[in-house]
């Protein structure tokens, strides 16, 4: 689930560079517009991600949200030509039935009004061609990045294997080290142990000669 809500918003950010991205909060029931200028065909082509206040004040998508959708002619009367609802992250398209200044309106609706809505979206403006071919390019500069991340991690695993494979090698050398260099104190302390012995009788012995002449 995480996954999945973290790839949406990765797609989106990647988008924005192709688009108009931006993102605002809202509450449910109220209405966000924005207006813009389309030609006779022109394609409008947007995706949109949702998320609501959770109880620790962050946010999370939520299956109760939805969208109400609505494109208005502002030269013509305020003519509604698209009234639809959807679900998040949509997407939806239209095309300009005339040239004008059109308004487009995003309503968010959830069983809780008294919490926000986090909405991100991205419109896309030209022909369908065009409009594809930029999401062709967003889907290929994505599947470029899995492809580097799992080459990375494939790198990663094959270092994780390498080191297992060498662990026992490394193991057995530290305890054979380990032993020499226990075999070695124990002689060094038999010979320390043996010589101060030896320097006691001969400076016992030595004293008694004193002591005789």
Do not use: W
Not at 179 to 188: A, G, R, T
């Amino acid at each position: 689930m995480r996954s999945d809500i973290l790839l949406r918003i990765f797609f989106l950010l990647l988008q924005c560079s192709l688009g108009k991205c931006l993102h605002y909060y809202l509450r449910s029931g109220e209405t966000k517009c924005f207006y813009e200028n389309l030609d006779k065909g022109e394609l409008l082509a947007a995706t949109f991600l949702g998320q609501v206040e959770q109880e620790d004040g962050t946010y999370d998508e939520d299956e109760a949200l939805t969208f109400h959708i609505t494109i208005f002619e502002t030269f013509d009367n305020n003519h509604c030509i698209l009234d639809q609802k959807s679900v998040p992250p949509g997407p939806f398209a239209f095309s300009g039935i005339d040239k004008g200044e059109h308004k487009i309106c995003l309503q968010p609706h959830h069983i809780d009004s008294s919490k926000r809505v986090k909405i991100t979206h991205d419109v896309n403006f030209g022909n369908a061609v065009s409009i594809q071919s930029k999401r062709n390019s967003a889907m290929l500069s994505l599947k470029e990045r899995i492809r580097q991340l799992n080459e990375r991690l494939l790198t990663i695993k094959n270092e994780q294997e390498e080191i297992k494979l060498k662990e026992p090698k490394f193991r057995s050398t530290t305890e054979e080290t380990n032993q020499k260099v226990m075999y070695l104190s124990i002689v060094v302390s038999v010979v320390l142990v043996l010589t101060c012995k030896f320097q006691l009788r001969y400076l016992k012995t030595l004293l008694v000669k004193k002591k005789q002449k």
